[in-house]
């Protein structure tokens, strides 16, 4: 059977995204994409019964409606945000039943910034570059390489999925708070700065500028740090890379970056923790814990089994 997904309001940016993204390509200088918050992504599919690698609408900030032409299984983490179903409201992080001709509608996102909406079955869209991941740049990927529009249709064969009402775990289901402290190791240029720098840096709260966007988090610190005078040639680069230009505001690059960049390379976020920047957004707050890569490396594994052993219960 296949269930077709009708876009009546798109929000404010709404794309299909998947986990992955684009492997491989920086060399082209292709970034990688994929969805900002990893964790809820995989939640959502999870919920639906999909690859949690699938392909999924990754919605920011809200304020979108969608309609299902067939019975439908969907499922919906992330951000908070009121959802109805038939003007009915529903739960986020448990497997819900649309029916034919019911609309879904995700209100604003009132804590974090991102909602994930993943739709039971296989989605009837071609990868681009080996990913199903929106690259609006380079038009690559979702539908006609670009965000959701009123009007868009996505069918999806949902002939092989089975209906089964699973709830997320409380432990995995994430807690946002205005603050966050975010795990960093030491990026290739860090030694550039005094100790004095290094300790005014990881003592300093950030907020996040309204220019932020996927290809990186610009944040505003309550006084600039001060950037040493060196010569510095353009290096490669990777999301979660946190460079820091003359002007002393740090940029936090995220999935839509450039592969190569010409600011200093100070610091890069714990690929643990780089979920969580994805849901982040003007009137937080980010302050940075220096840990070692050893301890990264840990925390990955850590989580990756914690979730196997909740989701597998």
Known sequence: MITAVNIIKPGFLTTIQDIPG????????????????????????????NDLESPL???????????????????????????LVSDESV??????????????KVGRVSKG???????????????????????????????????????????????QVQESIKTVPDELIP??????????????????????QKNVFLQTRFGISSTSNRMGMRLKPENNVEVPQRDYSSA???????????GG??????????????????????????????????GNEISFTLIEMRDALKLVDYYKDLRASLLLK
């Open 22 to 49: 684009r492997r491989g390509l920086k060399r082209f200088g292709i970034p990688s994409s994929g969805t900002m918050d990893t964790h809820s992504a995989e939640l959502a599919n999870w919920l639906v019964g």
């Open 113 to 159: 910034a991102r909602i994930y909406l993943a739709i039971g079955g296989r989605w009837q869209i071609k990868q681009s570059l080996g990913s199903f991941s929106t690259y609006a740049k380079a038009g690559l990927g979702g539908v006609n390489g670009r965000e959701l529009m009123s009007g868009d249709r996505i069918e999806v064969d949902s002939s």
């Open 175 to 196: 807690h946002f708070s205005r603050q966050q402290n975010i795990r960093v190791i030491t990026g290739p240029e860090w030694d550039w700065l005094r100790t004095e």
């Open 236 to 246: 490669p680069v990777v999301p979660g890379i946190i460079q820091l230009p003359s």
């Open 91 to 104: 739960q986020l992080n448990k497997t819900l039943i649309v029916g034919p001709g019911e609309r879904l």
């Open 57 to 83: 609408f990754e919605i920011t900030f809200g304020k979108c409606e969608f309609e299902f032409t067939e019975r439908t299984v969907v499922g919906l983490s992330g951000g908070k945000a009121k959802v």
């Open 249 to 282: 505001e740090p940029i936090i690059l995220m999935n839509d970056a450039q592969s190569v960049g010409g600011y200093p390379r100070i610091l890069k976020v714990a690929e643990a923790d780089l979920w969580r920047l994805g849901q982040l957004w003007q």
